[in-house]
């Protein structure tokens, strides 16, 4: 299996600060017809997963655009360029381009 | 606008069974691959199981192969997942989510314990 490594695992961050996530794969996550089948997901306390990003880098309906993703090949970021409080929660990042689908552990983001 | 509704989970022994549901409104639910995702209290999310449309096509992990099944009722928009053969590491919400994960339910508890 594909194995999604994300760090850091835990990411205090001031309000109104920049934050980053990384998310590397075991193996490229280019697929044969060309798309890179990256998915970002963001749960909140108590609350199921939301889907942020696909693609790699294209933002979901109603995901404000503090939210960014970027990347390739097996390096990839999600970005948050000012954190607010209704960001608290732990972000997954998760491949679909092999087989079975795998998540990351999940990172953590708290105010600090 | 789409909802997935689970249900079904609860407190069962080890070696038991239970049978999960998932309500389905919103969409032509019959023209999309489902998935069945986990996340055990405290954990991360692990992948499941999937079905496409017509329900003709199944796929799961390894870990739950032989032990869980898949399924549909179209005219219900319903998915099914039956657990069969429980164990403790099978403890987890179990969620049910779109195709492209876009929409997912708000989970239902499965409490494998003697």
């Known amino acids: 299996d594909v194995v999604m490594t994300q760090s850091p695992l835990s990411l205090p961050v001031t309000l109104g600060q920049p934050a980053s996530i990384s998310c590397r794969s075991s193996q490229s996550l280019v697929y044969s017809d060309s798309n890179t089948y990256l998915t970002w997901f963001q749960q909140r306390p108590g609350q199921s997963p939301r889907r942020l990003i696909y693609?790699?880098?294209n933002r979901d309906s109603g995901v404000p655009d503090r939210f960014s993703g970027s990347g390739s090949g097996t390096d990839f970021t999600l970005k948050i360029s000012r954190v607010e409080a209704e960001d608290v929660g732990v972000y997954y990042c998760?491949?679909?381009?092999?087989?079975?689908?795998?998540f990351g552990q999940g990172t953590k983001v708290e105010i600090k | 606008e789409v909802q997935l509704v689970e249900s079904g989970g609860g407190l069962v022994q080890p070696g038991g069974s239970l049978g999960l549901s998932c309500a389905a409104a919103g969409f032509t639910f019959s023209n999309f691959w489902m998935h069945w995702v986990r996340q055990a209290p405290g954990k991360g999310l692990v992948w499941v199981s999937r079905i496409n449309g017509d329900g003709t096509i199944t796929n799961y992990a390894e870990s739950v192969k032989g032990r869980f099944t898949i399924s549909r009722d179209n005219a219900k928009n319903t998915l099914y997942l039956q657990l069969n053969s429980l164990e403790a590491d099978d403890t987890a919400v179990y969620y049910c989510a779109c195709e492209s994960y876009d929409f997912w339910g708000r989970g239902t508890l499965v409490t494998v314990s003697s």
């Open positions: 998760m491949q679909g381009t092999h087989w079975p689908p795998t």
């Open positions: 693609k790699i880098s």
